[in-house]
């Protein structure tokens, strides 16, 4: 988290969580956070044109969000100066949920394609040829990569680093409390690391645990693995 030492600026109402949840209509706001500005100024710093920033202007101006801070004179007609506060604080029952899950969605999809990559780069070149379907004795179906010569992960890590897991599991609650705990410990692990790039490579982690709802039909699209 970046650091702040202004006053947020707490979102009442739903229109303005809507709003801050938009990329549009972020992309337009974003040039007057924290900072005055003609609407030119801030039309170059967005990449759209003046027009499509005056609209949007008004529409935040409307909603609260940006409101007018004089003038700068020049010859001819003085320029309209605009200032958005440089914090807000969005909670998170008043953003609607279809928006806050898109919202969600649209920042893990670089994500998604660096792990995509990854993931296919790392099949190309690892001596993993299959991946198995299949539905087990147990009744249960899953999907694996087939490990030739009967080898294990941990004897591939001897070689490679790296991997991809995710799934869905139907964990009880001691269970998904330890799953948590060693999270936890890890990412504060992680955050020990420091920022410094001499002598390491990038490497992606994601780590995630969410309840899901046991009776959305998406829950079980997919088998674990």
């Known amino acids: 988290m970046g650091s702040f030492d ?5 979102v009442r109402t739903p229109r303005q969580a809507r709003l801050l ?3 549009a209509a972020l992309r337009h706001l974003e040039p007057f956070i924290g900072r005055t500005l003609g609407a030119a100024e801030a039309a170059r710093e967005a990449g759209v044109s003046v027009e499509r920033m005056l609209y949007r202007v008004r529409q935040l101006r409307a909603a609260g969000l940006l409101e007018g801070a004089g003038e700068r004179q020049r010859a001819g007609r003085a320029i309209r100066l605009y200032r958005a506060p440089g ?3 969005i909670p998170f029952h008043l953003t609607p949920f279809a928006d806050l899950e898109a919202q969600i969605a649209r920042h893990g999809l670089p994500f998604d394609r660096l792990r995509a990559r990854a993931g296919a780069r790392g099949l190309a070149h690892l001596p993993l040829n299959a991946r198995l379907l299949y539905r087990s004795t ?3 179906v899953h999907s694996e990569t087939f490990m030739p010569d009967a080898r294990t992960y941990a004897a591939l890590r001897e070689h490679h680093i790296g991997g991809d897991y995710m799934g869905v599991l139907w964990l009880d609650d001691a269970a998904a409390r330890q799953v948590q705990e060693a999270l936890d410990a890890l990412r504060e692990r992680l955050g020990q690391q420091g920022t410094g790039r001499e002598g390491k490579r990038p490497y992606l982690i994601q780590t995630a645990l969410a309840p899901l ?5 998406e829950t079980l699209l997919g088998p674990p693995g």
Do not use: I, K, N
């Open 21 to 23: 949840s938009d990329p």
């Open 87 to 89: 914090g807000f604080r």
């Open 138 to 140: 147990g009744g249960e």
């Open 213 to 217: 709802d046991p009776d959305d039909p």
């Open 6 to 10: 202004g006053e947020w600026f707490e």
